[in-house]
């Protein structure tokens, strides 16, 4: 069993739809980062969390640290938002675990 | 402010050569991290160097290794390379350990032939 578990693996939606990529792991973290993965490979860090939530524009991201469950929310999705996500979580200093990433696909 | 910058972006090399792969980090930033990334396995954590030093290393075997130097740059080595070597090798840099965003480079496409 991975460490850290994302769902759903391939995501499709139509411009404007609401969008939840959810992330649960089974180690002890101090830490869990989103990231978004475009084609070509270049990836970029959405959020670092250690509790509650936090918001930058349309992405909101929350972790329920009790649970060991996070959620990525995209409002509004818009097709440039296609990209793979990627949740990690961070176990020591400075070692990430990665989930195995959410493909999604927003159509106009 | 640049950004992470690894060079070179595209590497083509033969089973059994050595390759080194370079990081630049953002100007500031002290800590480096390496990771590999396969369709198989995903992304996976190679190493992390702070302040010249490794301070943490993934599951991967001694033909992958890594230096830092004083102004933070950082190359990975892996020698007798192998056709499983073949993935994207992604660096990540952060003013400090672990409190902070890792900003990731382009990453080096290597293909091992």
């Known amino acids: 069993k991975n460490e850290v578990e994302q769902s759903p693996q391939n995501l499709t939606a139509q411009e404007g739809e609401f969008i939840t990529i959810n992330c649960s792991y089974s180690v002890g973290i101090s830490a869990l980062h989103w990231l978004q993965q475009h084609p070509g490979g270049g990836i970029v860090s959405l959020f670092m969390l250690s509790s509650g939530k936090k918001k930058h524009g349309r992405l909101i991201a929350t972790i329920n640290i009790q649970e060991k469950h996070s959620s990525l929310h995209i409002t509004a999705s818009h097709p440039r938002d296609s990209a793979v996500y990627i949740c990690?979580?961070?176990?020591?200093?400075?070692?990430?675990?990665f989930g195995t990433g959410t493909r999604l696909q927003v159509f106009p | 402010k640049a950004g992470v910058t690894q060079t070179p972006r595209y590497l083509i090399k033969t089973r059994g050569q050595q390759v080194t792969l370079s990081c630049s980090p953002i100007s500031g930033h002290r800590s480096v991290s390496w990771y590999q990334q396969t369709p198989g396995q995903g992304l996976q954590f190679l190493f992390e160097y702070f302040s010249e030093t490794q301070r943490n290393k993934g599951n991967f075997p001694g033909r992958f290794s890594g230096r830092q130097f004083s102004n933070s740059r950082s190359e990975m080595n892996v020698s007798t390379l192998e056709l499983g070597d073949s993935a994207l090798y992604l660096c990540?840099?952060?003013?400090?350990?672990?409190?902070?965003?890792?900003?990731f480079g382009a990453g080096t496409r290597l293909s091992v032939l």
């Open positions: 990540a840099s952060s003013f400090d350990r672990s409190k902070n965003i890792q900003y």
């Open positions: 990690a979580v961070r176990e020591g200093p400075d070692k990430l675990i």
